[in-house]
């Protein structure tokens, strides 16, 4: 029997296993003779960060996290069982708040509401970008965007967890283990900068995105002297600038001739 007052429907953040708390598993297998892709592993060993992320496979609307991720449309009203359940559970008031005063969301950005009638104080709205292989430099910005302004917001309100949905989606093209790619390295490099202000980030992932961040966790979010060497040879060769967004060799070109970002 549960105690009084406490919903069984609501999950604790504080009770979930982190990440550094997990068994690190059998390394993958190389290919013979495997040619590294980095001379030294981009991620090192890191227990503070490793304690300060989980990986749950679950409906992110039990979390009682401060604030939770909404991947949506940019009308603010995309027909998913995610956001239909959302919808439902946080209320009519939530409903009116989007319909009334936010309307939109373009892609790449965030709105801010309350959680309503759900366990989390905030809910994070953000677009994810439909994926094309022509623009696919793009399109990895664009939900590089999404995940960094989440994590800003969380920052400036001084959220203490975040759970964060899987923002890209397969319905708009976007290939789920790039996604995750973005997600697992923006995340990484928000917390190396920014990691004393934030004490839990939960990756929230169904049954198939699941499995494919059991396999590129350990890439990012070391747990081992060997699975950092396995990230010498699995991790992609860009793995962008030093916050996670991608590089653009033009764009950044002309950041630098412009005197505005003498600095930079």
């Known amino acids: 029997m549960e105690p009084l007052g406490v919903n069984p ?36 060993v890191n227990k503070v960060l490793n304690n300060k992320i989980c990986l749950w496979p679950g409906d992110i609307t039990r979390l009682n996290a401060e604030g939770i991720v909404h991947s949506t449309n940019e009308s603010l009203n995309d027909r998913n069982g995610y956001s239909e359940r959302l919808l439902f559970k946080a209320g009519p008031e939530l409903k009116n708040e989007l319909y009334n005063n936010v309307k939109n969301c373009k892609t790449g950005e965030v709105r801010v509401t309350d959680g309503y009638k759900l366990a989390a104080r905030y809910i994070l709205h953000t677009v994810g970008p439909r994926y094309n292989i022509k623009y696919q430099t793009a399109a990895e910005s ?5 995940y960094r302004r989440t994590l800003q917001c969380a920052l400036e309100k001084k959220m203490r967890s975040l759970a964060l949905c899987v923002i890209n989606s397969v319905r708009r093209g976007y290939p789920p283990d790039q996604g995750a790619h973005i997600a697992l390295r923006t995340v990484r490099r928000f917390l190396e900068h920014w990691g004393q202000s ?9 049954s198939i995105d699941v499995s494919i961040y059991e396999i590129l966790m350990p890439l990012y979010f070391p747990r081992s002297s060997e699975e950092e060497e396995c990230s ?9 600038d030093e916050y996670g967004e991608p590089v653009i060799p033009d764009r950044q070109i002309r950041i630098i001739d412009n005197p505005q970002h003498k600095y930079e």
Request: glycine share 6%; charged share 10%; hydrophobic share 35%.
């Open 9 to 44: 429907q609501i999950v604790d953040v504080w009770s979930l296993p982190t990440w550094g708390a997990t068994k690190t598993g059998t390394p993958p297998l190389l290919p013979p003779q495997p040619t590294p892709n980095h001379t030294t592993p981009p991620f090192s």
């Open 198 to 206: 934030v004490e839990r980030v939960i990756f929230v992932a169904d």
């Open 142 to 146: 664009a939900l590089h965007n999404c």
């Open 232 to 240: 010498r040879y699995l991790l992609p060769t860009d793995l962008g």
